[in-house]
């Protein structure tokens, strides 16, 4: 007769690695003590940043929404709650690529920013620019800005952006406005040139500090000076004839530069695309994250202090704990 389970005579229980629904595994029980979570589920802290609005003839776009459990959100929000995730369990991730500038004085193409998402969390893609025309801003996770010609700004998400800012029917240059930011409302277009793109939010989840979130400036209707883009990957606006616009930077939410362009030479310049937007995820450095399924563009590091850090730059799909 085999000796077993604690020196009790009997059949030995051999181990199984099965469990039923809402049990924990032994394994799963140790990672989550080592972690300080157990009772309880995995706690993960985030950064959401949604693709850049596009920017188009005078205004500039607003910047992705920017949405964060470490630091301070956008929009001057203070910091969210973390996400509680369990062991093995998928979780969607999805980066919002950034919204196309406009060509053309119908602004033909132009967009605003895709959404970028982590499990419950959605940041809104940021507003495209208006047109020329006095076209308005469009609202977004900051707003875009207004076009030449006073157009009106787009607003920005409560917790996410500001507001884009207005353009002006003053002047030879009738600036446009420019895009709002995650940290700084877009600056007004005034008579002599463009709007200043908002400022970003500067967060320290990767352990360096990095700005994003900046929205594109606004462009000049005249050779005048053209709105810089905020800090963060915003787009810079363009003066002269026909100027193109600066797309945001990639991976910020940065909003596009708006575009120039001088009526009697019957072409204008293109507006910049938006920044795409990122997501990162800081976790115990015990936890092993997978991609099942694939779909996402990931890296992980693991800065001093206990923890992982996994920056998603493109795709969806899924994300998952073990």
Not at 37 to 64: C, D, M, Q
Not at 85 to 95: D, Q
Not at 262 to 272: A, F, I, K, L
Request: charged share 5%.
């Amino acid at each position: 007769m085999p000796i077993g389970n604690g020196g009790i005579i009997g059949a030995a229980n051999n181990p199984t690695s099965t469990t039923a629904t809402g049990i924990w595994s032994l394994q799963e029980q140790l990672k989550a003590q080592k972690a300080g979570n157990w009772p309880g589920p995995i706690l993960i802290n985030f950064l959401v940043v949604a693709g850049g609005g596009g920017g188009a003839i005078g205004g500039g776009g607003g910047a992705g929404g920017y949405r964060t459990s470490a630091g301070t959100s956008g929009g001057g929000a203070s910091a969210e709650s973390q996400v509680a995730v369990a062991l093995s369990t998928n979780y969607t991730v999805t980066v919002g690529a950034g919204g196309s500038g406009g060509t053309g004085y119908s602004g033909t193409g132009i967009a605003s920013g895709n959404n970028s998402v982590f499990s419950t969390v959605t940041s809104t893609g940021g507003g495209r620019a208006g047109n020329t025309g006095a076209a308005a801003g469009q609202t977004g996770g900051s707003g875009g800005g207004g076009a030449s010609f006073a157009g009106a700004a787009g607003s920005g998400t409560a917790n996410q952006g500001y507001n884009g800012g207005a353009g002006s029917n003053d002047g030879l240059a009738y600036g446009g406005g420019a895009g709002g930011g995650a940290g700084q409302a877009g600056a007004n277009g005034v008579s002599d040139g463009g709007g200043k793109g908002g400022n970003g939010v500067a967060s320290t989840i990767t352990g360096s500090s990095v700005t994003r979130g900046g929205g594109g400036g606004g462009g000049t209707w005249y050779n005048q000076a053209a709105g810089s883009g905020g800090t963060g990957g915003g787009g810079n606006g363009a003066s002269g004839i026909n100027g193109n616009g600066s797309s945001g930077t990639a991976n910020t939410g940065g909003g596009g530069g708006g575009s120039s362009s001088y009526e009697s030479s019957g072409t204008v310049g293109n507006g910049g695309s938006g920044g795409s937007g990122i997501v990162i995820l800081k976790y115990p450095d015990n936890l092993t994250i997978s991609n099942p399924g694939g779909g996402l563009t990931l890296s992980t590091a693991s800065p001093s202090g206990g923890f992982k850090v996994t920056t998603v730059t493109a795709g969806t799909g899924n994300v998952s704990w073990s």
